[in-house]
């Protein structure tokens, strides 16, 4: 009996550290910093993509970016862009 109480034993706590480390998961994927979020951003399809068309005439305007995340989310990027000059002025997200 002694053999049966060890295995035992032994299952239930690999069980327990299943659900501690299911548990931590949840909690490193709630508590994801801005830096993690974009960089899985940046796989996910993209929905829309506008361009201003005063950025072909005046050589300025902006340039807007979407994509799908799971879960129904979805993920924003707005560029400044100066065609002529600089390139991208400003990026907000």
Known sequence: MAADQRK?????????AKRKERRHELIRQKNRGLGELLALASGAPILHAR?????????????????????DRVAMAMFLVDSYCLGVKAAFS
């Open 8 to 16: 035992r034993q032994k299952k239930l706590e690999r069980r327990a």
């Open 51 to 71: 361009i201003a068309d005063s950025l072909g005439v005046e050589g300025m305007g902006h340039v807007l970016i979407s994509r799908l995340l799971p879960k």
